[in-house]
């Protein structure tokens, strides 16, 4: 198992802001819709190494860009998808 860690904001505005500020940070960062676990609203999150938080905090304190919570998720390392399908789509033709 995994753990991630995310960052939600107040609103879309913010979510979009930080990824800008944090584009030529450095920091190691993938905008996601947010989890489940975290909400069942609708709305973008960004998901980070938990390492990174202090580097993305201070990126986005100084760019004034406000967020929510920080979460730390326990997940299931994603499985690596079959091509038995398109295995046997390819034989056929």
Known sequence: MAVN???TFPTVYFALRAEAV??????SFK??????AISS???TALRCP???IDAIKEV??????Q???????QEEEPRPR??????????RA
Not at 31 to 36: A, L
Not at 82 to 91: D, H, I, P
């Open 82 to 91: 079959s091509r038995g399908l398109l295995a046997r789509k390819e034989a």
């Open 41 to 43: 609203s609708c709305g």
């Open 67 to 73: 967020w929510d919570n920080v979460h730390l998720l």
């Open 31 to 36: 905008m996601v819709p947010v989890p489940r």
């Open 60 to 65: 986005l304190e100084n760019n004034k860009v």
């Open 50 to 52: 938990c390492e990174e």
């Open 22 to 27: 944090l584009k030529d940070s450095g920091c």
């Open 5 to 7: 860690c995310y960052f």
